[in-house]
């Protein structure tokens, strides 16, 4: 079962990857190539969630990261939007640069509903 390394509560505001950058910056014994990884996928992911969840910045976003072989970076906005979150189609089309990003760093990354609401993640390899 994967260790939770932190779990944190943020507004959802644009104050919002700055304060999961910070935490991240903290995770002891990850090789800071992955860090440093997992510092842009994980402000990418709660970037996509403050522009496009339709969350109100009163409200909270949920950021987990784990570990086990894989550092998991998840983030769960309220779902309100009904969209799912996709790669930009074209290159220069406005918005989804984010998860180009995502899919170029991470290993895979995926999607799914919760009760909670919307859960996008991603996976990185832990380097040995």
């Known amino acids: 079962m994967a260790e939770t390394l932190t779990e944190l509560r943020v507004h959802c505001d644009e104050a919002a990857p700055a304060v999961v950058r910070a935490a991240i910056s903290q ?39 784990r570990g086990d072989g894989w550092l998991r970076l998840s983030v769960v906005d309220p779902g309100r939007s009904g969209g799912i979150a996709k790669v930009a189609s074209r290159p220069l089309e406005l918005g989804g640069m984010g998860l180009r990003v ?17 859960e996008v993640w991603a996976d990185l390899e832990l380097r040995t």
Do not use: F, M
């Not at 014994?29 to 990418?44: C, N, Q, T, Y």
């Open 27 to 65: 995770l002891a014994g990850i090789d800071r190539p992955v860090l440093e990884d997992a510092k842009l996928v994980a402000s990418e992911l709660v970037s996509n969630a403050v522009r496009h969840s339709r969350c109100a910045d009163h409200e909270y976003l949920n950021v987990r990261v």
């Open 102 to 118: 995502v899919e170029k760093v991470a290993s895979r990354w995926g999607t799914k509903w919760r009760a909670q609401g919307y």
